[in-house]
């Protein structure tokens, strides 16, 4: 039974139900802008010229029928550990193993590599504070701020969100005005024939002066800038009225895609030759000074600032809520399945945190390159990620066709075309990484990073007595089909062991 306090109302795993639907459409905003796009487009830029529009666009694409694959198995059975609670399911007890700690493993080193910029970003101001100070300060904060109710963390993450919204509207609303009206030390140049005019020796000059092999190597750059989107999936159990916030939150993600990533780098380019944006500089820093807004270097900082510590955030609230449920399923220690008086996993929260101060050390011993070192690996990741979200789709489709399950009412159209194409696209990301120089490291990496986790499921299944919940059949033991029903009380619905 729910009580008339929402704040008071738990899923069956005895978490709260206390983020909104203004929370959670800023959860999906924020997820779907990264330092991605503030400061990796400048080298996408470099690769791809204004064609760049065109790969986010088409990477955009794609990750919205991610999203909605991910979307559909919400609307089925929203669960604290989303998607490797249902690799678990629906493709066997391994992949969620492999999925369920390669993705905490994977968010632990974004949120080293989060607090890492931080520190880069408050050295802007403040260069004479050691690096490995700010990425301490940030960490514990942000450790603090998970172990409040989870509306505070939906609050917080309103606002970080809301930061950037403002900027790239602002970026867009100026830049269109010099383009239109020939204001500011920029409206001599700027329009939006710069996106096909331009000639620049060396190049084939037009919209894709660098052609195909520029496309396709910008594609990756646009990959890592949609890392996050898939958190979404990891606020379902905890939201209120989620059967219609979500599937509202999922859809508008085109809309985002369109006015973030296209219409920003539209007019980035029209305001300035793209010839003149450069790999190592933001290119919304860059633009804000050619437009006039005074101390555009500072203000874009603290944006981007910003969007670091809310992604560190995000990924203290995800690994939080997918260490409690490898814990459920008998593959984490079992402290790690409570929650403290705030219906928050509190001793998972610690020690998500208490991992990420690894990428404090990396900070102390080699400063210059704890993000490049760390970066690496978490793309090749969200691939895995976002491969295991649509295989579990098309296995839960055959499963519903055959009526063993219930048909989701949140469905991904075309899916017997669209799942199998993302399938392909994300392998050829892969292929494109072998080729590139810098995304290299992560493959030279795979080997050892299956060896462990693949490793870590059968240790854990020979030596964890609890290992055989993780086996069980769903719809046996706490299958969870009745999440949509909240209750008052932990008490009233304790899962059978």
């Given at each position: 039974m729910a009580t008339s306090n929402k704040s008071e109302e738990l899923t069956e795993d005895g978490l709260?139900?206390?983020?909104?639907?203004?929370?959670?459409?800023?959860?999906?905003?924020?997820?779907?802008?990264?330092?991605?796009?503030?400061?990796?487009?400048?080298?996408?830029?470099?690769?791809?010229?204004?064609?760049?529009?065109?790969?986010?666009?088409?990477?955009?694409?794609?990750?919205?029928?991610?999203?909605?694959?991910?979307?559909?198995?919400?609307?089925?059975?929203?669960?604290?550990?989303?998607?490797?609670?249902?690799?678990?399911?629906?493709?066997?007890?391994?992949?969620?193993?492999?999925?369920?700690?390669g993705y905490w493993i994977t968010w632990t080193l974004i949120g080293m590599t989060e607090i890492t910029a931080a520190g880069i970003f408050v050295n802007f101001w403040f260069p004479e504070i050691p690096q490995w100070v700010t990425a301490l300060v940030a960490l514990v904060a942000l450790v603090l701020l998970n172990l409040l109710k989870v509306g505070a963390f939906g609050e917080a993450e309103f606002w970080f969100a809301s930061i950037k919204v403002i900027a790239i509207v602002g970026l867009i609303l100026g830049g269109l005005a010099v383009i239109l009206f020939g204001i500011g030390p920029a409206g001599d140049n700027a329009s939006f024939s710069n996106l096909w005019n331009l000639n620049v020796e060396g190049t084939a000059g037009g919209f894709a002066p660098f052609g195909i092999v520029g496309v396709l190597f910008a594609i990756q750059i646009a990959v890592f800038s949609y890392q996050g989107a898939e958190l979404l999936g990891?606020?379902?159990?905890?939201?209120?009225?989620?059967?219609?916030?979500?599937?509202?939150?999922?859809?508008?993600?085109?809309?985002?895609?369109?006015?973030?990533?296209?219409?920003?780098?539209?007019?980035?380019?029209?305001?300035?030759?793209?010839?003149?944006?450069?790999?190592?500089?933001?290119?919304?820093?860059?633009?804000?000074?050619?437009?006039?807004?005074?101390?555009?270097?500072?203000?874009?900082?603290?944006?981007?600032?910003?969007?670091?510590?809310?992604?560190?955030?995000?990924?203290?609230?995800?690994?939080?809520?997918?260490?409690?449920?490898?814990?459920?399923?008998?593959?984490?220690?079992?402290?790690?399945?409570?929650?403290?008086?705030?219906?928050?996993?509190?001793?998972?929260?610690?020690?998500?945190?208490?991992?990420m101060l690894f990428g404090v050390l990396l900070n102390a011993i080699v400063p210059e390159q704890a993000f490049q070192y760390l970066l690496a690996v978490c793309s090749l990741a969200a691939l895995w990620t976002w491969g295991i979200i649509v295989a579990t789709q098309m296995a839960y489709r055959r499963k519903v066709a055959k009526g063993l399950l219930p048909a989701s009412d949140f469905k991904l159209p075309a899916a017997k075309i669209l799942a199998p194409a993302t399938l392909?696209?994300?392998?050829?990301?892969?292929?494109?990484?072998?080729?590139?120089?810098?995304?290299?490291?992560?493959?030279?990496?795979?080997?050892?990073?299956?060896?462990?986790?693949?490793?870590?499921?059968?240790?854990?299944?020979?030596?964890?007595?609890?290992?055989?919940?993780?086996?069980?059949?769903?719809?046996?033991?706490?299958?969870?089909?009745d999440d949509f029903m909240p209750t008052t009380a932990k008490a009233e619905r304790k899962p059978t062991r």
């Open positions: 709260a139900l206390g983020l909104t639907a203004r929370h959670i459409r800023m959860i999906a905003v924020g997820g779907s802008i990264g330092v991605g796009l503030f400061l990796g487009s400048g080298k996408g830029i470099s690769i791809a010229g204004p064609a760049l529009i065109l790969v986010y666009a088409l990477v955009g694409a794609f990750i919205f029928i991610i999203m909605r694959a991910l979307g559909e198995l919400l609307m089925y059975r929203p669960v604290s550990g989303s998607f490797a609670e249902y690799a678990r399911e629906f493709l066997g007890p391994a992949y969620g193993f492999v999925t369920g700690w990891m606020t379902a159990s905890e939201t209120q009225n989620r059967r219609k916030v979500i599937p509202k939150a999922i859809n508008s993600v085109p809309f985002r895609i369109v006015l973030f990533y296209v219409g920003s780098l539209t007019i980035l380019m029209s305001v300035i030759e793209w010839s003149q944006f450069t790999g190592n500089q933001s290119p919304f820093v860059q633009a804000l000074e050619q437009i006039g807004i005074p101390a555009a270097a500072g203000l874009m900082n603290f944006v981007v600032l910003t969007s670091a510590l809310s992604s560190c955030s995000s990924g203290l609230f995800s690994n939080a809520r997918l260490l409690k449920r490898l814990a459920t399923d008998g593959v984490a220690p079992k402290v790690f399945d409570s929650t403290n008086r705030h219906h928050v996993p509190a001793a998972s929260v610690l020690a998500s945190g208490g991992f392909v696209f994300l392998a050829g990301v892969v292929v494109l990484m072998a080729f590139d120089e810098g995304s290299r490291v992560a493959l030279y990496a795979l080997p050892f990073w299956a060896i462990a986790l693949v490793g870590g499921y059968f240790l854990s299944k020979k030596f964890n007595p609890r290992h055989a919940i993780f086996e069980r059949p769903v719809g046996t033991v706490n299958s969870g089909h």
